[in-house]
């Protein structure tokens, strides 16, 4: 068993997503090898319980919450308390509320209300989400985890605005000793808007890592198809360590230039 096993192993870890996409079926995956007991919420039904079955699939424990945060997060507050009745406590918390290709370019923003809703959702409704499990994590000491996903050429107000918010309240957890980390993950696409699966299962990797270490923060550069099928087939022909030494420097000249 690894460390990163030994950290979810029983472990009860709150997924919410905007709705139920690559990263998230991933996420499940990787967290179900690691004995983790799930509550996978969004908006798909469907989807949600092809998760819950995944997650069965490869060892884990999972219920699904359906859950539609476009609705004014009428049903948000129950989320902690099926937690609370389905395994018991609540140690994890991620966030994958962000989805680039569901939000217009502010530019095409039109009035008071837009904005308003704009922000609810995306900014706003992470925060309350947040707010209600809060208790529950500084009992069990856990773990607050939310990803933005942005494009080398795209990086919307409200991802940044989200990224930024939840970078805030880690340095206030940590000055006024609440014991929860605050891993506030950006992961920065090779172009594309939509994750596709080679992609998705590198970014979910690199993303349990994060968590595991409870990083404050890290800038994840998700490889286009096309590397990652070079480093693949690399891989039959160099050793691993001469990858490594050759492509982490590359990334993290990638990463800072994003930033």
């Not at 997924?15 to 967290?31: D, F, K, N, T, Y």
Request: net charge positive; aromatic share 6%.
């Amino acid at each position: 068993m690894t460390k990163n096993d030994a950290t979810f192993r029983k472990k009860v870890v709150v997924l919410v997503c905007a709705r139920v996409g690559p990263l998230s079926m991933e996420l499940v995956r990787m967290l179900a090898k690691k004995h983790a007991r799930l509550i996978i919420a969004g908006s798909d039904r469907t989807r949600l319980e092809v998760c819950v079955s995944e997650a069965m699939r490869f060892g884990g424990d999972a219920i699904c919450c359906p859950l539609d945060l476009r609705d004014g997060g009428a049903m948000v507050p129950t989320l902690p308390v099926q937690a609370l009745e389905a395994f018991g406590g609540i140690d994890f918390l991620i966030l994958n509320t962000s989805e680039l290709d569901m939000v217009s370019p502010f530019i095409k923003w039109d009035g008071l209300h837009t904005n308003i809703g704009m922000l609810s959702r995306h900014v706003a409704m992470p925060a309350y989400i947040t707010q209600l499990f809060l208790p529950h994590l500084i009992a069990s000491k856990g773990c607050i985890m939310t990803l933005t996903r942005s494009t080398t050429r795209d990086m919307h107000p409200c991802s940044a605005a989200l990224q930024g918010f939840f970078q805030g309240i880690g340095c206030e957890f940590q000055n006024t000793s609440v014991p929860v980390h605050v891993v506030s993950v950006q992961i920065a696409a090779s172009g594309e808007r939509k994750t596709n699966a080679a992609a998705a299962t590198i970014a979910a990797r690199r993303a349990v890592r994060a968590l595991a270490s409870r990083s404050s923060s890290s800038v994840l550069v998700e490889d286009s198809t096309y590397l990652h099928s070079l480093r693949t087939f690399c891989r039959y022909f160099y050793p691993k360590w001469l990858l490594d030494a050759l492509y982490c420097p590359c990334r993290r000249a990638k990463a800072k230039k994003m930033q």
